[in-house]
């Protein structure tokens, strides 16, 4: 590479970062300064673990405005938290929402003092939808060959064509993983509109137990929420749940993470073995009611 070429790369990579700045915010809470991003009018979005449990919250912004935050919601199963700021002014970020490339150059744009906190990264590996180890769907798996900065978690990674494709958190075992803008908007859309979001309930307690007949293992039902979807359906204590929409669940940990997976309100066929007889239920999934 020339002195030239690689003088232009250097000044492309200043512009896009003074490009993206505006749009990316200090978050501070107790004991814990991290970044996060205005995501619409008057709303940030920021990474769930780095918010403290009680305390109050502010935003710097990147003219250095300090503003009190309102927790409007989180979700720790995506690692996505919202906040509302009365008196931001600041334009959203815009986000691009096709996936990028396994080797791809990537800036991470996030905040610290006022100014621009900056990362490179190489982008590791790109796989399909994945479940959180708490159980959240994030639409695609992306992982950067990057140790982030806990002050750097929360804020907007850049794809080669320098827009948003999604937010930069921390991962397990030291990973750096990007929650991609389609997860990003489904979930702070539903903490938004209702503060929480919901998870799929089949109001039944569930215990691993081998099926014989060469049919493997089941989960029996040990207890059902009288007021729960399995009630409704007509699930009884002692079923023993063999399949779901014609897919043989082989444990009741496959038939947990299948149920995560599921939207509220949508409608399932479970293949039940009651009295040695394994019959069709229609169970319509609910959303679990809060403690």
């Not at 929409?245 to 993470?257: D, K």
């Amino acid at each position: 590479m020339t002195a030239t070429a690689f003088a232009n790369l250097s000044n492309n990579f200043a512009d896009l970062v003074a490009r993206t700045a505006p749009h990316v915010v200090e978050v501070e809470s107790h004991r814990s300064l991290s970044s996060g991003f205005v995501w619409r009018g008057g709303f940030v979005v920021t990474a769930d673990e780095t918010l403290a449990e009680e305390g109050a919250v502010r935003i710097e912004t990147a003219d250095g405005t300090v503003l009190e935050a309102e927790v409007v919601g989180r979700d720790a199963a995506t690692d996505i938290a919202l906040l509302r700021v009365a008196g931001l002014t600041t334009a959203p970020a815009v986000f691009d929402t096709r996936l990028v490339r396994p080797g791809a150059l990537i800036l991470i744009v996030s905040a610290a003092d006022s100014a621009p906190l900056v990362a490179h990264a190489i982008v590791a590996a790109v796989g399909l939808a994945w479940q959180s180890m708490r159980g959240g769907t994030i639409d695609a798996r992306v992982e950067l060959d990057l140790r982030l900065r806990r002050r750097a978690e929360g804020g907007l990674a850049l794809g080669g064509n320098g827009e948003a494709f999604g937010m930069a958190v921390r991962g397990p075992r030291g990973r750096t993983l990007v929650i991609p803008a389609a997860t990003i908007e489904r979930i702070a859309g539903a903490l938004a509109a209702n503060g929480r979001v919901p998870v799929a309930y089949l109001g039944a307690g569930l215990r691993d137990v081998v099926v014989g007949d060469d049919l493997g293992r089941g989960a029996m039902v040990m207890s059902v929420d009288p007021n729960g979807p399995a009630t409704t359906a007509g699930i009884n204590q002692g079923d023993i749940v063999l399949s779901w929409n014609g897919v043989r669940q082989r444990h009741m940990g496959m038939l947990l993470q299948t149920l995560r997976a599921t939207c509220v309100g949508t409608a399932v066929t479970l293949g039940v073995r009651r009295a040695g007889v394994t019959r069709d239920v229609i169970v319509t999934i609910g959303d679990r009611p809060e403690r």
